[in-house]
């Protein structure tokens, strides 16, 4: 037992970054982060995007309402030219005769709830008005004898008056009292279009249009003075005590008394705003954390989280561990006592919390999302300035957010946020739910090597059957391959992956095979005289990344360039000393050409010193040989996790080790993942660690006792920027999902081999078969 954790000490060291006069590479041989800090991630919570490949009927989005009614919660959502949606236990609703509700098929723009049971929707032919009663909704036009009361952009209730609405046309703007309507008037010079926002707030009433902001004084409007001039076009007004924030084409602003201005998110035309947390001070400061639930009195963490008291306990055990860290970083061997001390406190703290967690199956605890000012874009995407005093920006290519343009947003009490957009549906950020997992149902009956989802099949690699493919939607057999049904073909298959250009390719015994639409075909490689031959050894990785490039590693005890192969269009080729040599012995375009197919200048973060070949291939690669495990592509170098826990990048220049102060011991690299944001975690067999680009951070160990080992890992589907693992111990094994600084584990009665994941369905294969469990 002391030896053992005498080993694990040097687990606990990889937080320390590594020092500047380290000769292995480390840290500070990356490039540099012109950013002060990466950016903020969401890690609480999960995304769900809702579009019409999963059953929404209609993906342009123009506004959205939550109301609550007779114990339910509806999503009223408005449409382009569609009419309305509304969303009900888990279903999407449209307009019928006989169904949940009947309306016109035009464009909603605008929702506003009445009371209880009622609510307005603005549409280019006027207003609607939605009653509810016996589990349905009807609607009756209103201000039907008002002819101006058309192109309705949007509605807002009068805080003091709730009898009273304000209108927002394309034309003019007014208040509707029951089926009265009452024009504003304007200055006779003025010719204002466009009105879309309109509102009252502690510092009046103001209309927003292509003009700018404009205050409603009686019964007529006064058109911008002063600073409030710059605002530009206002899309969205929202109130927050005695200040009223402002969405326009020239970004957000708040105004404040005396008509001050403050800039909040300039420059980026915004479209929408929503509070699922009011700030009590400026958002545009180096601190803006005071904020304040809408819910009134209820606190921001709701009074029942089964975790408040672990999360203090939680804050003090990190910083102890870093300082503990800081004090054995220039050691070999840790002090013993304090290691016995430090791994008893974790294993205690997660103790605790797998006790809290076993008390919570088939309940429903949620954990609290970020709450904050939600402002959508015009083609920027979504931002969040949270209570946490961080600012997110969350887009099409970086979130699970469908489209860079937003159009909507609408939040709940407990920080829910719905997110329309222009042509890609919606986004739902919710509560995650901690226990109230199914039981364990068997899929498939076999020797799996790895699990995966691609698409929408569960792909299945097995030690001597080949690979099974299933449809996730009904979870049932797509095709069953095997080398007696395709020539060739693996009996044991190590991985697969989709490009994209929809071609499937899977490794295993036989190399590389790659199924495009359905001719299957063998990938030949080239040997070390270059010649190309068939491939004899087991390919056990493959990856591709955004540039369509193929990395494959035939795993041995060799070094890494004679394991590492990509495909350069035809073959499967090495960047080796021999290749190198062969470059330098060539001549003109063809040598240019091949420069580039490999990747040794312009493509990396370096370039291979042909002024100096003899130096540069001798020391090709640093670090002991070791078989590739894991393998991912940046736009800087080739990053490879090996089987004795070190990790190696291809840099342009040469294989380079990296060192261990740097990357830590987390023991044989099984994974390598790149998140929206751009932080890549690494996962050992040991531990866990995520690197920003240039520090190494460990992850607090999921372990809970003795055999424990790491297996595999995915990404959650629900929210990428956490992750999931699964997990052997000498008393089975199980997963766990991590999100704000906990795992919670599902423990089996089986070693967990691999893992993956399909929304709420997560797969695990085992010695024995495939399983699942809906979360």
């Known amino acids: 037992m002391r030896k053992c954790l005498l080993a694990i000490a040097f687990l606990l060291l990889l937080a320390v970054q590594s020092q500047a006069c380290n000769p292995e590479p480390g840290p500070q041989h990356f490039p540099v982060i012109t950013e002060l800090s990466p950016p903020p991630r969401i890690v609480s919570g999960y995304f769900s995007v809702y579009n019409s490949l999963n059953g929404l009927p209609h993906n342009e989005i123009k506004s959205i309402l939550l109301f609550a009614a007779d114990d339910k919660n509806y999503v009223i959502v408005g449409t382009i030219g569609h009419g309305l949606m509304i969303f009900d236990d888990e279903i999407w609703h449209t307009a019928s005769k006989d169904g949940l509700f009947n309306f ?149 602003t708040q105004l404040m008394e005396e008509d001050k201005l403050e800039s909040v998110l300039p420059g980026a035309w915004s479209t929408c705003l929503a509070f699922s947390a009011m700030p ?43 300082e503990y860290t800081r004090r054995f970083a220039d ?46 874009t015009q083609d920027a995407g979504l931002v969040l300035f949270a209570t946490n005093g961080r600012r997110y920006h969350l887009a099409a290519d970086n979130s699970k957010l469908p489209a860079d343009h937003v159009t909507a947003l609408a ?97 295993g015994d036989k190399g590389v095979f790659v199924l495009s639409g359905k001719h299957w075909q063998q990938i030949k490689m080239v040997d070390d005289k270059n010649r190309k031959v068939d491939q004899t050894k087991t390919a056990t990785n493959i990856i591709i990344d955004s540039q369509k490039r193929i990395f494959v590693a035939f795993a041995d005890d060799d070094r890494v360039y004679n394991q590492v192969h990509f495909f350069d269009g035809n073959l499967l080729v090495r960047t080796d000393p021999a290749a190198v040599q062969r470059i ?49 592509n940046t736009e800087h170098y080739l990053l490879v996790g090996l089987e004795n826990g070190m990790q190696k990048m291809f840099d342009g220049e040469s ?74 111990s000498s008393q089975g094994g199980g997963y766990s999902r991590y999100q704000e600084s906990f795992w919670e584990k599902f423990y089996t009665t089986f070693p967990v081999i691999s893992m993956a994941q399909a929304d709420r369905i997560i797969f695990l294969a085992s010695p024995e078969g495939v399983s699942y469990v809906i979360e």
Request: proline content about 4%; some cysteine; charged content about 20%.
């Open 104 to 252: 016109p098929e035009t464009t909603v723009t605008a929702l506003v709830k009445i009371n209880s049971t009622s609510f307005y929707a603005g549409t280019p032919a006027g207003i609607f008005k939605a009653r509810y009663s016996g589990g349905r909704f009807t609607f009756e036009q209103v201000a039907t004898g008002h002819h101006e009361v058309l192109n309705v952009n949007a509605i807002s209730q009068h805080p003091d008056e709730p009898e009273k609405f304000l209108i927002a046309c394309d034309r003019v703007a007014g208040t509707l009292i029951d089926t009265s309507f009452t024009a504003f008037s304007m200055p006779e010079h003025l010719d204002p279009s466009g009105f879309s926002a309109i509102i009252v707030s502690d510092l009046g009433s103001f209309a927003g249009c292509n003009g700018g902001l404009f205050e409603i004084s009686g019964n007529g409007l006064l058109p911008p003075s002063g600073t409030v001039k710059e605002i530009g076009w206002v899309n969205s007004l929202v109130k927050a005590g005695d200040r009223l924030f402002i969405a326009s084409s020239n970004g957000v």
């Open 331 to 376: 050691q070999p061997i840790a002090d013993p006592g304090a290691v016995d001390q430090m791994y008893q406190r974790f294993f205690d703290f997660y103790a605790a919390m797998d006790a809290i967690n076993s008390g919570l199956r088939g309940k429903e605890v949620k954990v609290p999302l970020l709450r904050g000012l939600w402002i959508g």
């Open 655 to 728: 294989y380079k080790q990296l060192s261990k102060q740097g990357t830590g011991h987390i023991g044989a690299i099984a994974n390598l993942f790149r998140l929206p944001g751009g932080v890549i975690v690494v996962q050992g067999s040991e531990g866990i660690n995520e690197f920003d680009g240039q520090q190494y951070k460990l992850i607090v160990s999921p372990a809970t006792g003795p055999g424990f080992k790491i297996t595999d890992m995915c990404l959650d589907q629900l929210n990428p920027e956490t992750y999931r693992i699964s997990f052997s």
């Open 584 to 632: 330098l012995e060539a001549t003109g375009s063809a040598q240019l050409e091949s420069i580039k197919t490999h990747a040794l200048n312009g493509v990396y973060m370096r370039n291979f010193n042909f002024a100096s070949a003899a130096a540069s291939l001798a020391a090709f690669e640093t670090g002991d040989s070791s078989r590739v495990t894991a393998l991912l």
């Open 411 to 507: 939040c709940a009490e407990d920080g829910e946020t719905w997110v329309g957009t222009s042509g890609g549906g919606l986004m739902r950020y919710h509560s995650r739910q901690i226990g109230g997992k199914g039981e364990v149902r068997n899929l498939l009956t076999c020797q799996p090597t790895r699990i995966r989802v691609l698409g929408d099949m569960l792909a299945i690699g097995t030690e001597d059957d080949g690979m099974h493919l299933y449809d996730i939607k009904s979870l049932s057999s797509y095709g069953h391959f095997t080398h007696s049904t395709i020539e060739g073909f693996h009996q044991k298959v190590t991985d697969f992956i989709f490009d994209q250009d929809g071609r499937l390719w899977v490794t």
């Open 280 to 322: 009590q001070e400026a958002l545009s400061g180096k601190d803006f954390k005071a904020f304040e639930n809408t819910g009134g009195s209820r606190e921001m963490l709701q009074e029942d989280d089964p975790f408040e008291s672990l999360r203090q306990q939680h804050a003090t055990l990190q910083r102890d561990y870093a």
